[in-house]
């Protein structure tokens, strides 16, 4: 329970000491830029995500043609 107390303090004191930095004219441009590459890294991820979904759903579809193949040749 203590250790839980210091990592709210430790949380309370780092967004004080954030907020107060950011009040600056180089703090703003820090966290601008922090921000700007979060959100660049998030749309990297959501891309690979999406190109690696299409990749899977087009695997699937050739598997279900060569599955639908083979099931015509045995009838």
Same mark, same amino acid.
């Given at each position: 329970? &203590?250790?839980?107390?210091?990592?709210?303090?430790?949380?309370?004191?780092?967004?004080?000491?954030?907020? =107060?930095?950011?009040?600056?004219? =180089?703090? $703003?441009?820090?966290?601008?830029?922090?921000?700007? &590459?979060? $959100?660049?890294?998030?749309?990297?991820?959501?891309?690979?995500?999406? =190109?690696? /979904?299409?990749?899977? $759903?087009?695997?699937?579809?050739?598997? /279900?043609?060569?599955?639908?193949?083979?099931?015509? $040749?045995? &009838?």
């Amino acid at each position: 329970m &203590k250790n839980v107390a210091w990592l709210i303090a430790g949380i309370a004191i780092g967004f004080v000491a954030a907020h =107060q930095v950011s009040k600056t004219p =180089q703090g $703003r441009q820090f966290f601008d830029e922090v921000d700007t &590459k979060a $959100r660049e890294f998030g749309s990297a991820v959501v891309d690979g995500y999406k =190109q690696r /979904e299409a990749e899977l $759903r087009a695997a699937v579809a050739e598997a /279900e043609d060569t599955i639908a193949d083979l099931t015509s $040749r045995l &009838k």
